[in-house]
């Protein structure tokens, strides 16, 4: 039933042809093009969909639109008015309030609602009216901020840019007299803030092309099953749809991500391994009759016996997954440095503990989506929500068996990843085959159900551990032994299982490690890489070991961190390079900020405080795959080698023709994390222009050149150094015609604020523009190129001692404070003191923001997140009201700080901030749990059922021994 | 998650509402704010070929003060309830309720109405307005019917509301002097979660402190709202000290008959059960020693 409809959106009278049962939500994206508007789950979840009716927030997913005639509707394209930013929209800008900027457009929208309603809303106010809108990015530090702070807020604070109620992070707004700098080290706001805000920015379902279809994947419905048959002629029948394709129909190549096991097939052509594994898809004229289409399918399975525990898989006679993977044992690592069992013997004190981990799924704000369409000369044109576009790039090539030349990908904005996003997805295959199957564009998109299934999500780990020390606390042996449940395929898993051990004696001085880690396939959807990878599950166990150890021997738990903390310039025991290192600097500050010594151990029952530490790799030491960039099959297997081949980040740099602005192409991916403002600081210092006069264009393999992408918490680094070289290029190139219009030599000139001068005298100056165009007037186009490798040599020559290596690595303390209702076992987390070292910042707001993102990320994985399964492989809870992450109300008040470091290896002194932020916090949730209620909860995630049911046990065991 | 293959009427009057809802039955659905209907129908929860929206229906919006207390509107929004005066000055626990439900773009749209015809086992408001002595008008073609709102669930999404029937409006009596009442729920994280368990009591004390009258109503954790009559024997007759109402507590978590599920264990919700009970009688019990003077 179709019908007219006359809807009013942000003051104009749209007639439009609507369903009975079309969502506000549809029709604003799809018929009226408004795309600011979000799809984040469509069942009123998450809030990225919300506008206003009639001045209410709501839900559009909710909401009929031929339902709505007569009300005034309100999107985020309504707010700014003629191009001006509502003050709330400048205050978003301005304090930090948007980093992927999925979920920005409601939470600006229902704010707008709030402050229009109650000019001075309370702190709780405030949380109380954001809390149905999700943000995965930045612990809502930044949006809470941004209310206080905006313009129009009349609350405690007055308004304007006075402090909020929340404890300001420390800040530089413009970098202090005499710096060396003028580009790096300052809070400039993102360059893509202004889109965000707006509803201007697309991400890749916003994006429509002409004559495109849309696709939906059809995905198993047993956990373990053998594909008899599949009858797709009832969903071929079906008005609208125009193709479906099976395992039959794609190619024959695995892909993967570990190249040693690259174990999917695009399709599934024989097997089924976990519920949601990719059976067949189909694309017709819109989503809605290729989703009715997948149910008009009907496939015949022979149904296996299903595992789902990674110690029962391993065990002989289980169920196996793979003939390539007996006992379903995917990785085995077996790691012995120094010798434990001595160190063991000659300690004062050993503890042994097991723990378990938990099923954490990234949940960005944006589902997975792609756009597949084919140019005439046989391109293949690939629009990906991804963070690995280059690795995108060479699995289509690899499994289509096409050169990576003839594959352009495009990169629109991405609304989070957190490693969901850091490998080639069904959806981009695909939508590739059926586009050229089609001849026409295709889109696909995962609704927020099929993103669990597709998984990749942090492996769980069930994890011993045993830690000896002498009598002062110093470590002397530790020995762990992991089992990751990797789900049903390898994705990433080969490294994540190396990771889980490797990164265990970066943080402390550890003599003698052994390691035993077990990768297990499971049917369950595949693990993959997720923030942190690999190593926040052992890194909790770890923190936590420690300072039950130090409650041992009645060491503060601080201070034994202390004499154990990792020293610059070290070797650790595992042959990794570890280079700058203010650990240390980190427990002091922690400690002091959050007034630790008058706190632990002195609090009320109920009131607990705990103190994790953490840290990470500055990008991996070495390319995903080995050799050089070249289609796979063309080629044999390559031996590793301890260097690059080729450069990880590259950019180039073109000044436009009248030298006012500079073009900086880097292929790297921004997804949120804010990669995109810190290259274009780093460009310009190494232009010496403003960052205002640079435009990154990172989106497209076709203009900008290969950087391996946002993964490994790499770009800042690895990135940062190819665009400063890219800009000192371009400088190079203009030295000569600088010292001819100076009168100077070519070595004394400085460039600096669009200027060029000789060195110490900056009065004698010429505009940095007229010597780019005295350039170009000779030469044509001024381009600058710049590339970087990491270190050759890096990592020891044992068997996967590459996983681990860095050019440097991050250091990191966080305390926490909570408080835990002894009755319920509802923990509050209250309050949280992060000190980091990630060198030397480049923009200090977008570190402070990864860190809160990455304390509310950690601490809601502590106590809240977990994939649940039935006794049959399915997920109980695929959405956002069964898989709780917290919200705005939940979120603790965080203070970020940086001590003062520089890495000599990092571009302007800089390391990794967006990963590394991430591991100490569970610990310190943990920890402070425990003092809180005097029971260790060591399996995550520590619900307030297991809280009650410790204590419970405690004091059971309590009466037991009166008795 | 599309709705496919629905036809939708706008009814103007709740005749025609009525006259829909019977020519379509089964087939059909109530469509009043769709908070939870919408959801249903997209992910197949719910199928039906129609919806009778009543929306148009002005008749059923609004919070009237009468002398018996007060008739809310079936359409009127969770967020119009938290902003009612009205609601605000006498009625304080069913904000406790209200206020806790969902999200603010959901409570701009879901209504009460809704909230109780879906009778989902863990919806907030139909407990606590039991303890209000809440009741129901259904209205059809037949004629008008008025009804406890405790007898008008049946088990979980199920009601005694026939399909040619519209729940028109919800009754409030006015609290007589003496009386308080509290919600106390647990949900697994502070903002935007569904009760777990929660309890919802209500208590009318004598001029000597002692309570004449006991209503203990769990929710979340049994297949409908459940009037707890042993922890109300607890109560009645004595004054609701510390002692009484730990009893009381007891007696309801021996009533609950919690399932295990995702969001807890049948055990950790009858741990919950007493907790809240306690807490919600003894903030009752505050309530009505202070309406008392």
């Avoid at chain 2, 863990?122 to 709102?149: K, N």
Wanted: glycine share 10%; proline share 6%.
């Amino acid at each position: 039933m179709i019908e007219l409809r006359t809807l009013n959106v942000n003051g104009h009278d749209y007639p439009v042809a609507v369903e009975a049962g079309e969502t506000l939500l549809d029709v604003l994206r799809e018929k009226l093009r408004l795309t600011g508007t979000k799809k984040g789950c469509n069942v009123g979840d998450c809030g990225a969909c919300t506008v206003l009716v009639d001045g209410e927030p709501m839900n559009s997913c909710l909401l009929l639109a031929s339902s709505l005639e007569g009300k005034a509707i309100t999107t985020v394209e309504g707010l700014a008015r003629d191009g001006e930013l509502t003050p709330l929209q400048k205050a978003f800008v301005g304090e930090g309030a948007i980093q992927c900027g999925y979920c920005t457009p409601g939470m600006v929208t229902t704010a707008t609602a709030l402050l229009a309603h109650t000019p001075a809303p309370s702190t709780d106010e405030i949380k109380e009216a954001l809390s149905g809108n999700m943000c995965r990015c930045t612990g809502y530090a930044g949006i809470l901020r941004a209310v206080q702070r905006c313009d129009c807020y009349r609350g405690e604070a007055g308004g304007g840019k006075a402090a909020g109620p929340a404890e300001a992070a420390p800040e530089t707004a413009a970098p202090p007299a005499g710096a060396r700098h003028e580009n790096v080290g300052v809070s400039i706001p993102r360059v893509d803030a202004a889109d965000k805000v707006t509803g201007r920015a697309l991400y890749t379902a916003d994006i429509q092309l002409p004559n495109m279809v849309h696709g939906k994947i059809l995905g198993s419905s047993v956990a373990h099953g053998r594909i008899r048959r599949i009858d797709v002629s009832r969903a071929l029948a079906l008005e609208g749809v125009l193709a479906v394709i099976t395992g039959a129909d794609v190619p024959e190549t695995t892909y993967g991500v570990s190249p040693a096991r690259y174990d999917e097939h695009v399709l599934a052509r024989d097997k089924v391994r976990h519920v949601g594994d990719e059976v067949a898809a189909v694309a017709a004229v819109d989503e809605r009759t290729a989703e009715k289409a997948l149910a008009l399918i009907s496939v015949d399975y022979e149904e296996l016996p299903a595992v789902f525990d990674p110690r029962a898989a391993i065990a002989d006679g289980a169920p196996q997954l793979h003939d390539r993977y007996p006992n379903n044992l995917n990785t085995l690592v077996d790691h012995h440095f120094g010798d434990v069992e001595k160190g063991f013997a000659e300690s004062f004190h050993v503890r042994e503990e097991s723990f378990t981990g938990n099923h954490i799924y990234q949940c960005p704000m944006e589902p997975h989506a792609a756009i597949a369409t084919w140019d005439h000369d046989g391109t293949l044109v690939l629009y990906t929500s991804t963070q690995v576009p280059h690795y995108v790039q060479y699995m289509m090539a690899h499994t289509l068996h096409l050169p990576l030349g003839k594959i352009r990908v495009i990169r629109p904005a991405v609304g989070g990843g957190f490693g969901g996003k850091a490998e080639t997805t069904p959806l981009d295959f695909c939508a590739a085959l059926l586009s050229r199957k089609l001849g026409r564009p295709v889109k696909m998109v995962y609704s927020r159900a099929e993103m669990f299934h597709h998984g990749r999500g942090r492996h769980k780990q069930h994890m011993r551990f045993k830690l000896g020390v002498d009598r002062a606390g110093r470590i002397q042996a530790f020995v762990n032994e992991n089992y990751l449940d990797g789900g049903a395929y390898t994705s990433f898993g080969v490294a994540t299982a190396y990771y889980a051990g490797s990164l265990m004696p970066t943080l402390y001085h550890i003599p003698n490690y052994r390691y035993l880690g077990r990768r297990v396939m499971t049917n369950k959807p595949a693990c993959g890489a997720m923030r942190g990878h690999g190593v926040p599950q052992p890194r909790f166990a770890f923190e936590c070991l420690l300072n039950m150890v130090a409650d041992d021997l009645g060491i503060d738990p601080i201070e034994i961190r202390r004499r154990n903390a990792m020293d610059p310039d070290t070797i650790t025991v595992n042959e990794l390079d570890v280079g700058s290192c203010e650990f240390k600097a980190t427990l002091a500050a922690a400690r002091e900020k959050s007034g630790w010594d008058g706190k632990y151990g002195k609090l009320p029952p109920g009131k607990g405080i705990g103190v994790g530490s953490g840290g990470f790799v500055s990008g991996a030491g070495y390319c995903i795959y080995r050799g050089q960039v070249q289609l796979s099959h063309e080629k044999p297997r390559e031996p590793f080698q301890k260097k690059a081949i080729f450069p990880h980040a590259n950019a180039v740099v073109r000044v436009t023709e009248d030298g006012m602005a500079a073009i900086l192409m880097i292929g790297a991916a921004e997804i949120g994390q804010g990669s995109d403002t810190v290259l274009v600081q780093m460009c310009a210092e190494g232009l010496g222009v403003p960052a205002a006069r640079i435009r990154i264009r990172s989106e497209d393999s076709d203009i900008s050149p290969l950087d391996l992408g946002a993964y490994s918490s790499r770009v800042t680094l690895m990135g940062g150094h190819a665009v400063a070289r890219a800009g000192e290029a371009v400088v190079a190139k203009m030295r000569p015609y600088a010292a001819a219009l100076l009168g100077c030599a070519e070595t004394e000139v400085v460039a600096r604020q669009a200027r060029m001068f000789p060195r110490g005298n900056e009065a004698h100056s010429v505009a940095w523009e007229e010597v780019a165009r005295r350039y170009f007037n000779d030469n044509g186009p001024l381009v600058g190129t710049g590339c970087y490798k990491p270190p050759e040599g890096l990592g020891g020559d044992y068997k996967g001692a590459a996983v681990g290596t860095s050019p440097a690595f991050s250091f990191g303390t966080s305390v926490c404070e909570l408080a835990v209702d002894l009755e319920t076992g509802q923990v509050r987390i209250e309050r949280f003191t992060d000190f980091h070292d990630c060198g030397t910042p480049i923009n200090p707001r977008a570190v402070h923001g990864q860190v809160e993102g990455a304390i509310v990320m950690g601490a809601s994985e502590t106590v809240l997140e977990d994939v649940q399964f039935d006794e049959k492989g399915r997920i109980l809870n695929p959405d956002l009201h069964g898989y709780l992450m917290m919200t705005i109300k939940d979120a603790p008040e965080i203070f970020s700080g940086i001590v003062d470091s520089y890495e000599p290896r990092g571009p302007y002194g800089a390391k990794e901030i967006g990963e590394g932020s991430t591991l100490p916090v569970l610990g310190a949730v943990a920890h402070a749990i425990a003092s809180a209620t005097g029971v260790w909860i060591k399996d995550l995630p520590i619900t307030p059922e297991k809280i009650l049911a410790a204590l419970r046990a405690r004091k059971a065991s309590a009466r037991a021994g009166e008795r | 998650m599309y709705i496919d293959d629905i036809e939708l009427e706008e009814a103007p009057t709740l005749e025609e509402a009525a006259d829909a809802l019977a020519r379509h039955a089964p087939d059909v659905r109530v469509l009043a704010g769709g908070t939870d209907l919408l959801v249903d129908l997209k992910t197949g929860r719910v199928a039906v070929g129609h919806l009778v929206s009543i929306r148009r229906i002005e008749a059923l919006r609004g919070i009237e003060e009468t002398s018996e207390g007060l008739r809310i509107g079936a359409l009127t929004t969770i967020t119009a309830l938290l902003r009612s005066p009205a609601i605000q000055a006498r009625y304080a626990p069913l904000l406790e309720a209200a206020g806790r439900m969902a999200a603010p773009q959901i409570r701009n749209v879901a209504t009460i109405g809704g909230n109780i015809c879906g009778a989902v086992p863990c919806a907030d408001l139909p407990p606590i307005l039991m303890t209000l002595a809440a009741s129901v008008e259904l209205w059809s073609r037949a004629g008008q019917r008025h009804l406890p709102l405790e007898a008008f669930f049946t088990g979980p999404r199920q009601t005694v509301r026939r399909h040619d029937e519209v729940l028109t409006a919800v009754r409030v009596p006015e609290p007589p002097p003496g009386f308080g009442a509290a919600y106390a729920r647990f949900g697994l994280r502070e903002g935007n979660a569904i009760a777990v368990a929660a309890v919802a009591a209500g208590l009318r004390l004598d001029g000597a402190g002692t309570a004449v009258e006991a209503r203990v109503v769990l929710n979340a954790v049994a297949p409908l709202p459940k009037v707890v009559d042993a922890a109300a024997r607890e109560l009645v007759g004595r004054a609701p000290d510390e002692a009484a109402i730990a009893r009381a507590a007891v007696a309801a978590r021996q009533a609950a008959q919690p399932i295990s599920d995702l969001r807890g264990s049948a055990g950790f919700r009858r741990d919950l059960v007493e907790v809240m009970a306690r807490r919600a009688l003894a903030a009752a019990a505050r309530r009505a020693r202070e309406s008392q003077a």
